[in-house]
């Protein structure tokens, strides 16, 4: 049965507990910063060595380029403390090793830890609050823009909540797109199809016959498919 996520909070914070990887996360969170008019500079690295923290950058300032690395991590705060691309290491990273790019070395900056669960365990918190005060330290008052802040499951479901109806636009905007490209792809393969048909003299009339039942049931699937999705869309529950 489909759960419309945003009709209540409650139905949304089951529907981003549900995430188990980073990516699908990474994606409502870039969705977010965008609809608050940041200009994001860079998206998860595909390469073996991560980003150096910085999963997602948001440039918070124009004129001073100051910006703001995103830590983003599915699961809760203990399962992701520690290792190479744990949230203590990427949060060091993201903060103490400045964006490649010139302009932006002596930009003020901060980070925000992003994860789709709870704490885990009381003992996690502290560990994070201690990691984060040492680095914001070390970084110095001059160069830190904001204290680094920690969003859970509770902060990630509210502030996406804000923004429903910008999700719910960009989500339909989306499902349109499939659903003309999947128009396009099944015209193309019926054109394709026609044309060797017909230039073949072999070919008899039952299998036109049959090409142009393929091209109605592909049709019908389409139309069904989008039947079932504006019913999703609708369903209140």
Sequence with gaps: MFVNPWIRKDNLRYFLLKFKEDKELDDYVRMYLQFLDYQIIRTPSKGPYGEQGKDLVAIEDEEGKAYC??????????????????ILKQMEDALLKPLEQTMYINSRRTVVVVHNGYEGYRGAIKIFEQQKEQIQKQLGSHLLLNEIQRWDIEELTNRCFEKRDDFQKAEEFELTLNILHGHEKINIDFEKKAEVILLDPRVQKTEYKELIRDQLRAIKRLKDNLALEKFAEEEKI
């Design 69 to 86: 690395s995103y830590v983003v991590k599915a699961g809760t705060l203990q399962k992701n403390l520690y290792g190479d691309f744990g």
